[in-house]
């Protein structure tokens, strides 16, 4: 039935759309136009059934067979740990860009939101460049991963404001992104329409776990944890020892990486590498930072004892062609025919 003015007068549609945005709030608004609950719109490429990486073919249904985020808290609470994978082709050399989207995450929801981030080079798939995410609601749970983006589906990579706007969704759709949020919930906020939330509104009486669980699904073995001080803003030396490991044992030996954030930051600054577990380094137990080298050092005798590490093995030992030199124990013979094997005069 179309509106009419007060003179009785049909209003055409424009104008009832006008009237429409001018006095209908904007959460009722955004009710109206949803295509399908608001709680799954987030995982629309998986609505879509265009989902790419194995391990997130697992969606969440409801009763009625349509897919939801299982997100009924509306926001983060420290009972629910959130986990993001980025899978990317070792071929096409995007390492680095899954890093910087890493970053851009962990920089934007480092402080209650995200609790860790795992970059996983992928050796099978042409070009594959795959962003999933997972909700365990408690300890030792595994929530099934919600696909946020494949770029073979989406015919190219995710912006960092668009990719922001999709962990938001999952993690808190009313918290407010600042200049990374779309338009319409920037005017909003200028115009003081828009409910929002932010991490302030996270109770303080919240215990922290200082072991978070990681996603399985998402951490392939062997696999490095880097735990970083968010206080101290550690964040771009923890992605750049990750980055160093990725590059050194990118053949396979080495099979994700994860960052994950210190909540709430430790007194001193936490800042420790694990294998598998394993306490690589700790800078509290040791006093300092660790070298690229030496962490270098320590998983290549933990997963790949013949690797050659060139200038970053151990001091003196040299290699050519993966043979390994102790030049030390040479007597002057040995010394000499080394030398010419090596055209060295």
Known sequence: MPLRNCNGRSIPLWQSLLIFFATVPPIKRAAAFQPWPQSIQHDR??????????????VIKDETGTL????????ATKSTYHHVSIEYCTGCRWMLKSFWLAQELLSTFGKDELDAVTVIPSFDTKGKFVICMSEMKQKDVVGDPILLWNRTKQDGFPGPKELKQLVRDVINPDLYLGHSDTEIRQREHE?????????????TTTIFSKQVPLNPYFTPSPSVTIHYCTGC???????????ELLTTFGGGELKSVTLVPSKPPEKGG???????GEVLFDRKTEGRFPEPK????????????S?????????????RSGMEVDIEGMDEDEAEEARKYFGVL
Not at 68 to 75: E, F, L
Not at 191 to 203: A, K
Not at 233 to 243: H, K, S, T
Request: hydrophobic share 25%; glycine share 8%; aromatic share 6%.
């Open 294 to 305: 030496e962490i270098k050092q320590m998983i290549r005798d933990r997963i790949a004892p």
């Open 307 to 319: 690797k050659d590490l060139g200038h970053s093995d151990v001091e003196g030992k040299q290699s």
């Open 45 to 58: 490429l998986s609505y879509k059934k265009t989902m790419g990486r194995s391990s997130c073919l697992k």
């Open 191 to 203: 115009s003081g329409t828009m409910e929002q939330s932010s991490t302030s509104d996270v109770p």
């Open 68 to 75: 939801s985020s299982d997100n009924n808290s509306g926001g």
């Open 270 to 276: 936490r800042f420790s590498i694990e294998l598998d």
């Open 233 to 243: 803003q550690w964040l771009l030396r923890a992605a750049y020892f990750g980055q």
